[in-house]
């Protein structure tokens, strides 16, 4: 049992490009999000996820899409990298509403 | 739109000191409120949750909390601090949509 896996852990990239953050569970876990974290800014909520093909935003979510073809699976992609988006990523699974998120160990984002 | 505000940004306690970070939040609903802690370098961990029932609840490593509705207010409470406490503790709030919304963190610093 893994918990929540997030590749990479660090990734530089240069304006412009694109890329995808992977995320995976294992837990069976309905509930999916990602969210960046920013010094002095907390944790802020990109987009989530109730279940395999349904997907919502979150209140940062410009620039970025997700998916959800699985219930294991919910990358984060950047269509077009901008410095603002330098950042560290965590993405979170829980099995429903009322129990907590369980947090992978993070994406450290450099947009150069 | 819910929100949530912490207090303090930075405190300083000695060990053996009584804690108490203040968490509000606002949302007019039914609401899950999380209190999580970041090790330096390291991911979220789920401290303690409330979702219905007993207000004061307790979580792992001696922290408790207390949830007073009439306030908006879920505030974490640890009555003898050690230096391994040291962290960024956020507390969060699961209102109408999914995934949740954080406060911007309290860094505790605990000197020995």
């Known amino acids: 049992n893994a918990g929540v896996t997030q590749t990479p852990k660090f990734q530089v990239l240069k304006t412009g490009q694109s890329m995808t953050l992977q995320c995976a569970q294992d837990m069976n876990h309905e509930y999916m999000s990602w969210y960046r974290q920013d010094p002095g800014m907390g944790l802020r909520l990109i987009h989530y996820s109730v279940g395999a093909g349904i997907t919502d935003q979150g209140e940062v979510p410009n620039g970025y899409n997700v998916s959800r073809s699985t219930t294991e699976d919910f990358p984060l992609r950047l269509l077009s990298a901008a410095p603002s988006q330098t950042s560290v990523y965590f993405c979170?699974?829980?099995?429903?509403?009322?129990?907590?998120?369980?947090f992978g160990s993070g994406t450290r984002l450099t947009v150069v | 739109a819910q929100s949530v505000s912490q207090h303090n940004h930075h405190v300083i306690l000695s060990e053996a000191a009584s804690l108490e970070l203040g968490c509000n939040y606002s949302?007019?609903?039914?609401?899950?409120l999380f209190w999580y802690v970041q090790y330096p370098g390291q991911h979220l961990q789920l401290l303690l949750k409330y979702f219905s029932g007993d207000p004061l609840v307790k979580g792992i490593k001696g922290f408790e909390a207390e949830f007073i509705k009439s306030k908006f207010s879920f505030n974490l409470r640890k009555p003898s601090v050690q230096w391994s406490d040291t962290a960024e503790y956020f507390c969060?709030?699961?209102?109408?949509?999914?995934?949740?919304?954080f406060g911007k963190g309290t860094h505790l610093i605990i000197q020995p």
């Open positions: 949302y007019g609903g039914t609401v899950n």
């Open positions: 979170a699974s829980s099995y429903n509403r009322v129990t907590g998120y369980t």
């Open positions: 969060a709030v699961r209102g109408g949509a999914d995934g949740l919304t």
